[in-house]
């Protein structure tokens, strides 16, 4: 398939340079297991699982018949006042895939809509407490939560934000990316002190202003920053000391990438509020939820007044859309029939030693990883640090690899199904690239 560039004109492209784009277009025609294709009909190993959605690899028969079938059977449902028996099902396989005490479900359309629906979640929870003053955020520098103006609010990069004025009331703890942490394999053992940094913040704002803290156990957009050992734990206690809700943005660590079913079952500290999408679906139809504990659901039932009134005045059309609630049930049976989380876990440090041996590299200044994720920083251009990655990622995919390149990163996050050779294909890609670059 060729499109003119007439044709290309149409479509402003999220997230995209677009006036490079469609001088020298990239497009994919088709996908299937690790590899997409392309226009020109080469194969083009994905080497970020989709947009880290589809760890299952492409084309599951499985989900492809599950969406089939329900097209077919009930192809959108009414998602308010009525309901469908799909994610009531949905709704139970989360609840017992995400760590416990954490039992109700509430279902959107894509990470950034779970964001602030969990922003939402929280002002609402305190105000029916009684508290109505706490409506201020703590996000984290260099965190990404997503484009809408919640996520971008207490999102802690520049980049997002600068275009578009006052968001949300929010303030930010520092960044975990330390110098003295570089080249760190899996999570750093220093930087747990930065915690207490959201102390100063509380002291700051006071406590009783504040509605919750937000972060991603790992960040994934910013370059994949592992937590320091003990740094989650101690906001969980900061949290609780001052009650302080926790959110938890696991819309890229959710469902597996972590060598876990969530980052916060691999790291062990339980949030108040856990954000999912990307890999709900295996990328197939778009899908979020945002998972709440018993606190906060109660609150809600016990203050929404007669029992036909509505408790939390917030939904999307498409919230449990029944055909994107199939495309989940089969993925996640996917995910546990199939053993995928083991599987990240078997390769995991395959993959660790495969992106380390990119040290040394001309312009490589920094490597992290974890499980099935790995970020690399590369040095700048004068004044352009987000040209080199782009330069790399465009050499990559000429020689058949797709990666991700944002800020001055590449982010690498291969399907779940990947095996050594492909490992160590997509990782002599990147290394070749570098030394091609200028």
């Not at 994919?28 to 970020?48: E, M, S």
């Not at 760890?55 to 599950?66: F, L, Q």
């Not at 939390?312 to 029939?337: E, K, M, Q, R």
Request: negative net charge.
């Amino acid at each position: 398939m060729t499109l003119s560039k007439d044709e290309l004109e149409a479509h402003w492209m999220p997230f995209t340079g677009n006036r490079q784009f469609k001088n020298d277009p990239r497009i994919i025609t088709g996908a299937n297991g690790a590899y997409y294709t392309d226009a020109k009909g080469r194969q083009v190993f994905d080497g970020l699982s989709g947009l880290w959605t589809c760890g299952a690899g492409h084309g599951r028969e499985e989900i492809v018949n599950a969406v089939s079938s329900q097209v077919a059977n009930l192809d959108y449902s009414p998602g308010f006042q009525f309901g469908h028996e799909l994610s009531f099902k949905l709704a139970n396989k989360v609840v017992e895939l995400t760590p416990k005490g954490l039992d109700y479900v509430f279902f959107t359309d894509s990470g950034s809509e779970t964001i602030d629906t969990a922003l939402k979640i929280a002002r609402g929870y305190w105000c029916n407490r009684g508290q109505a003053d706490k409506t201020k955020f703590i996000g984290r520098i260099k965190g990404y939560h997503g484009v809408n103006y919640g996520g971008v609010g207490v999102g802690g990069i520049e980049f997002n934000r600068t275009l578009f004025g006052q968001t949300v009331e929010a303030d930010h703890i520092p960044h975990t990316l330390l110098e003295e942490n570089r080249y760190c394999r899996g999570m750093p053992d220093y930087g747990a002190h930065l915690a207490d940094k959201l102390e100063e913040l509380i002291v700051l704002h006071d406590a009783s202003s504040i509605a919750a803290v937000i972060v991603e156990p790992l960040s994934g957009t910013a370059g994949v920053l592992p937590p320091p050992r003990g740094y989650l734990h101690r906001l969980r206690e900061i949290c609780t000391e001052h009650d302080i809700l926790l959110i938890f943005d696991e819309v890229i660590t959710g469902f597996g990438r972590m060598g876990a079913m969530t980052g916060a079952g691999e790291f062990r500290v339980t949030p108040d509020i856990m954000t999912l999408a990307k890999q709900i679906t295996n990328g197939t139809v778009p899908l979020g939820a945002v998972v709440v504990g018993a606190k906060i659901y109660n609150t809600y039932m016990e203050n929404g007044g007669p029992d036909y009134m509505v408790e939390f005045p917030h939904g999307y059309t498409y919230s449990a859309h029944p055909v994107a609630c199939a495309a989940a049930i089969a993925a996640l049976d996917i995910l546990v029939n199939d053993n995928l989380v083991d599987k990240v876990k078997q390769m995991a440090p395959i993959f660790e030693d495969a992106v380390h041996s990119l040290k040394g590299r001309p312009f490589v200044t920094d490597i992290r990883n974890y499980g099935l994720a790995a970020g690399i920083s590369l040095g700048h251009y004068p004044g352009e640090p987000a040209r080199r990655p782009f330069e790399l990622g465009l050499k990559c995919f000429e020689k058949g690899f797709y990666i991700r390149w944002g800020g001055d990163t590449i982010q690498l996050a291969p399907p779940f199904i990947v095996n050594t050779d492909q490992i160590n294909g997509l990782i002599n890609a990147v290394g070749e690239s570098l030394d091609e670059l200028s």
